[in-house]
């Protein structure tokens, strides 16, 4: 979620910074902060997704991680963008452990190896594609207007989240591949 507004971020943080030199470091900052954060979040939904449903964690940290992005755009300086990006964090860090518990739920246990080979596949389009649509959208449209897209499309994606009807429970797998 955050490749969109990949190459744009250090400039973004040049551009708000107070001290132009500085921005670099203070580019890793934000980065590893928002990083441990997104950890810290991993490490700790899946608990919180086993007692509130996979679904509904998936569409709690994925509303958190979109609404944060709208902020971003208007930070006017690093401690704003900082602490943010902290909040963004937990979203983004939560969204991927409770897809897969997600997906291990509704996927026949014989087509998990396919299912997560999709899910990854998918992922890494997006991860190859992102920048490319990000770095154009900030040279067309300014370094804020990545924010506001990423922001919205992954608002978007919990709504379809919210309408998509429940899934059937799979069938069990008939391969011995145990």
């Not at 943080?13 to 921005?23: C, H, K, L, P, T």
């Not at 991993?42 to 919180?48: K, Y």
């Not at 990006?85 to 897969?100: D, E, L, S």
Request: proline residues 6%.
């Amino acid at each position: 979620s955050g490749s969109f507004v990949g190459p744009i971020f250090p400039l973004f943080v040049e551009e708000i910074s107070d001290n132009a030199a500085r921005a670099a470091s203070q580019t890793g900052l934000i980065l590893a902060v928002s990083g441990i954060t997104a950890a810290f979040a991993s490490a700790t939904v899946g608990r919180l997704s086993d007692k509130m449903g996979h679904k509904k964690v998936l569409i709690l940290f994925t509303v958190l991680a979109g609404v944060m992005c709208f902020p971003q755009a208007a930070a006017q300086n690093v401690w704003q963008l900082l602490a943010l990006r902290v909040i963004f964090g937990m979203g983004a860090g939560g969204m991927i452990p409770a897809m897969n518990a997600l997906v291990s739920s509704i996927v026949p246990r014989g087509s998990l190896g396919r299912a997560y080979g999709l899910t990854t596949t998918s992922g890494s389009i997006g991860m190859a594609v992102g920048p490319i649509l990000g770095g154009i959208t900030a040279s067309q449209l300014g370094f804020r207007i990545p924010f506001v897209i990423m922001g919205a499309l992954l608002v978007v994606l919990a709504l379809m989240l919210i309408k998509q009807k429940p899934s059937p429970t799979p069938r069990p797998s008939t391969s011995n591949g145990d």
